[in-house]
Every structure is written in C-alpha cells, then in structure tokens.
C-alpha cells in the first residue's frame, strides 16, 4: 500500500547541524542530520543521524536511558529538538505551520496503566485517532474505518467493551489499531512488547508482518528483538545517545547491555508539544 502524494519540502526554523540532503518526500519518510535533544541539565540525545526509506521495518535498540523513546517522541514533536535536523517526509517537524503530513504517520506510544475516569471503549479509543488540531469532527465512515483497523489487530469482536476490562496486550493492540485507523504510509511504535504475554508479542508480530507486507515503513523502538527479530531488515543501535551501529543486523551486545537508568526527563512527556502537532497519543 503505497502511496505517492506531491508536495515540496518545506524547511524549518534554523538550528544548529547540517540539514538532511534533498530528496523526494515519499522516498525518504524518516531523515536525522545530527539530532540533539538536552532536556534541563541532561543531554539525551548527541548528533544523531539516520535515515528510514520507505518500505523498511526498522528497530531502534538500545539499553534503558540509551534514548530511544527520546528520539520517538521528538520526531511526533512531543519532545523539543534542541539541535539539528528531523523530516518526515520531507518536512521538518519544527515548522510552525502545519507542514508534516501528521495523517500519514501513526504513533504508537509506550503503553501505560489505566487511570481511573470514564471508561472508553475500544472503539472510542481507536476512532479518537481520527481526530487531530485540525480536524475537530469525525471524518464519514469513521465508525466504519475504526472496526477495520481493530479487525487487523484482532478486536474486532471487543469494539464495545470498556478498555479497563482488557489485558496488557489488548491495550497494546487497542493502541495499534488507533494509529492504523489513519491508515498511515509511516507507522512508529515505542516498545510494543513491554508487558504483554506471548500470545499478544505473536499477534503484534502478525499484524507488523502483514502492514509491512503492504508497504508501510516501520520504526520500531525495542529493548530486545523477541518476537519481531525475524520481520528486521536493519537494526539502529543507541548507547549513550550516539548511534553506535547501523546496519542489517545488530550487534551482539544490542539488547542485552546491562540496564542503565532511564534518563528521559521526568517532564518529558509533558508541556513540551508544539501547537502544530497534532495529539498522537492517548492514555489508556
């Protein structure tokens, strides 16, 4: 399922490092050029560069605190860039004015336990993926849309149920589905696997396989390959917030480094999205 949809690059406010070279948007729907992220005192992320190109499945690794959801969340804008360059799709993610095709792109954030409110159903939860900073009604079919993409992930049958009453691995999948529901070209997860059993790691694993299959380009964030080492094509390690490997296959330590603390700052997730981006990402 590929799609080619025109438009130029637009470039962003001017920060320090070298800006990614020039090439089609569709070509190339991930590309860092020196990427730096310093929340507070910390230093997370130190001339990162990479690039995905369409069609890829690609897992970023790394040990705990290496800044892997870091990276994530500053390419959907949810973390500032402190320097350098990020594009998606030819677009700079710091432009002001709406440039980054945001319906392109799902966002899969890492899963968090349920809080106490008003409960939601699964489909609740995966038709709000319709709805961003510019769209403030339901699209036609939303309803339609939604039951299609819990279909992929398997829930098709648990639309109606509250959210509250599902497993760890239902909740992933009710994640997945609410980014599928955008139909994107460009699908980034952040640690899919964390607390979830076997059955729901074999699932996910199926439902990457079959997206990709389609042409959608997948970053992946993972602590340890499990059960989605079959479907890589190449494999971007972080230590100490430096790419220290990229290539087909990782190196023997990725995923196994000893632990380290998680160094994202404690407001990381909070207060820093810019206007412009729209709300990919939802608390269960």
């Given amino acids: 399922m590929t799609r080619h949809r025109d438009g130029a690059a637009v470039a962003g406010p001017q920060t320090d490092g070298a800006r990614p070279d020039a090439v089609p948007p569709d070509d190339v729907p991930v590309a860092v050029a020196e990427l730096g992220v310093t929340l507070g005192t ?3 992320l130190r001339g990162v560069s990479f690039t995905v190109r369409r069609g890829e499945i690609v897992a970023l690794l790394g040990a705990n605190g290496s800044g892997k959801s870091t990276l994530v969340k500053s390419l959907v804008g949810i973390v500032p860039i402190t320097r350098g360059h990020a594009q998606l799709f030819g677009r700079d993610v710091t432009a002001r004015h ?3 095709p945001w319906d392109r792109i799902g966002y899969v954030p890492q899963r968090v336990t349920s809080g106490a409110g008003v ?5 609740e939860v995966v038709v709000s993926g319709l709805i961003g900073n510019r769209r403030l009604r339901l699209p036609r079919g939303a309803r339609q849309r939604a039951l299609a993409a819990l279909d992929q992930v398997g829930l098709a049958d648990r639309a109606d149920d509250s959210v509250q009453v599902f ?3 239902q909740h992933q999948r009710v994640l997945i589905a609410r980014a599928l529901v955008r139909d994107p070209d460009l699908l980034i997860l952040d640690e899919p696997l964390a607390g979830i059993d076997k059955r729901s790691k074999d699932a996910l694993a199926a439902t ?6 389609r042409g959608t380009t997948i ?3 993972l602590h340890e390959l499990g059960e989605l080492g079959p479907l890589l094509e190449r494999a971007i390690v972080l230590r100490h917030g430096r790419v220290v490997h990229d290539g087909a296959r990782p190196t023997p330590a990725a995923g196994h480094d000893t632990p380290e603390h998680d160094h994202v700052h404690p407001h990381a997730d909070a207060g820093h999205r810019p206007a412009h981006v729209p709300n990919l990402r939802v608390e269960l």
Avoid: D, M, Y
């Fill in 42 to 44: 910390s230093t997370i």
């Fill in 98 to 100: 709406g440039a980054v």
């Fill in 119 to 123: 409960p939601a159903t699964a489909l």
């Fill in 167 to 169: 497993s760890g691995g």
């Fill in 208 to 213: 990457l396989e079959a997206l990709h299959g």
């Fill in 219 to 221: 970053l992946v964030v």
